[in-house]
């Protein structure tokens, strides 16, 4: 079994920053991405952005430019900076861990943007 659960989130201004984080445990003897997804109401869960082991990213277009991806290797944490944040970020904020096409999510954690 792997457990993933994520941590961080909350209220944010139009403008301002937020950082997420998300611990992967249990079951995990191989190599595997980490990333972020999100799911607004009415909407499709989206990518954020992932990371390989190796430290190769992937961001999707809403993030690019305004997020950054990173990941701890040895404690199975993975991390991700939000800053120009905007209203339509806010959603439901999902931790994602793919082992070889295998995909295992967090709880997911409420990002709002307002005034």
């Known amino acids: 079994q792997v457990q993933v659960v994520e941590s961080g989130g909350g209220l944010a201004q139009p403008g301002g920053s937020l950082m997420l984080s998300c611990a992967a445990s249990?079951?995990?003897?191989?190599?595997?991405?980490m990333g972020w997804y999100r799911q607004s109401p009415g909407n499709a869960r989206e990518l954020v952005a992932t990371?390989?082991?190796?430290?190769?990213?992937n961001y999707g277009d809403s993030a690019k430019g305004r997020f950054t991806i990173s990941r701890d290797n040895a404690n199975n944490l993975v991390y991700l900076r939000m800053n120009s944040l905007k209203p339509e970020d806010t959603a439901v904020y999902y931790c994602?861990?793919?082992?070889?096409?295998?995909?295992?999510w967090g709880q997911g954690t409420q990002v709002t943007v307002s005034s």
């Open positions: 994602n861990v793919d082992i070889g096409g295998r995909n295992y």
């Open positions: 249990g079951s995990i003897f191989v190599d595997f991405s």
């Open positions: 990371i390989t082991r190796g430290g190769s990213t």
